[in-house]
């Protein structure tokens, strides 16, 4: 089946440093890859996505490029905020039929100091 | 613009009491609509979803049950909550347009003691 592999957390940063989270998936099709962000006590927020290959997803100074042939989807952005504190999830969306379902990562836990 | 609303936000309940969490999005018609849990290990688990009005497709069989008696209402039940039930409860919803892509609700904290 579908599954999707974060790295371990949590990664603790300094205020402006580069951040990367990697991502890689297993899918039998061609999914949809997601970023999803959740601050402490809220839910889910969508961060960005992409849909097919080479796509690049970005929104807030964050990106992500959709990689085929390394079946990756990191996160990176330039310069952290102390903002910027949350737990990042991957996720791929399964299109095998109309009930597209979300297979989520484990999460990756970020905190950034200022 | 599309909205979830999620209640209550955050409930206490002894062991054995019933449950009811309703979730209710505004702006759209026929919304997929799920159903997740979020452990303290901070992983989602896909609870139940839905595609219409009275159709329910549980993922993994356990303590609750799931109704969708209008369009935009999804309602989480139990009959008697285990401890076990604990966690944090998310809804989310997808349009027709683009039905990959998930919006999440506020959640709802549940602790049962």
């Known amino acids: 089946g579908d599954s999707v592999t974060q790295m371990e957390g949590p990664v603790t940063l300094s205020e402006e440093a580069f951040l990367t989270i990697n991502c890689t998936y297993t899918?039998?099709?061609?999914?949809?890859l997601f970023w999803y962000v959740q601050y402490p006590g809220e839910g889910l927020q969508l961060l960005l996505k992409?849909?097919?290959?080479?796509d690049k997803g970005s929104n807030k100074g964050f990106e992500a490029t959709y990689r085929k042939e390394t079946t990756s989807f990191h996160l990176e952005k330039g310069s952290v905020q102390v903002s910027d504190s949350a737990v990042y999830f991957c996720?791929?969306?399964?299109?095998?039929?109309?009930?597209?379902?979300?297979?989520f990562g484990k999460g990756t836990l970020l905190t950034v100091n200022p | 613009s599309q909205t979830i609303h999620q209640w209550p936000a955050t409930l206490v309940q002894p062991v054995g009491s019933p449950l009811s969490l309703e979730c209710t999005v505004e702006?759209?018609?026929?919304?997929?609509l799920y159903w997740y849990r979020q452990a303290a290990g901070r992983g989602l688990q896909l609870l139940f979803y839905?595609?219409?009005?009275?159709?329910i497709s549980s993922e993994v069989p356990q303590n609750l049950s799931a109704s969708r008696p209008q369009d935009r209402q999804f309602i989480l039940s139990s009959k008697k909550l285990l401890l076990s039930d604990s966690g944090f409860y998310l809804c989310?919803?997808?349009?027709?347009?683009?039905?990959?892509?998930?919006?999440f609700g506020p959640g709802t904290r549940l602790l049962v003691l």
């Open positions: 989310a919803w997808a349009g027709l347009a683009v039905a990959e892509t998930q919006y």
């Open positions: 899918a039998t099709g061609y999914p949809s």
């Open positions: 992409a849909t097919k290959a080479d």
């Open positions: 996720a791929l969306s399964d299109r095998g039929g109309s009930n597209y379902k979300l297979t």
């Open positions: 702006g759209t018609s026929n919304p997929n």
């Open positions: 839905s595609v219409g009005i009275g159709q």
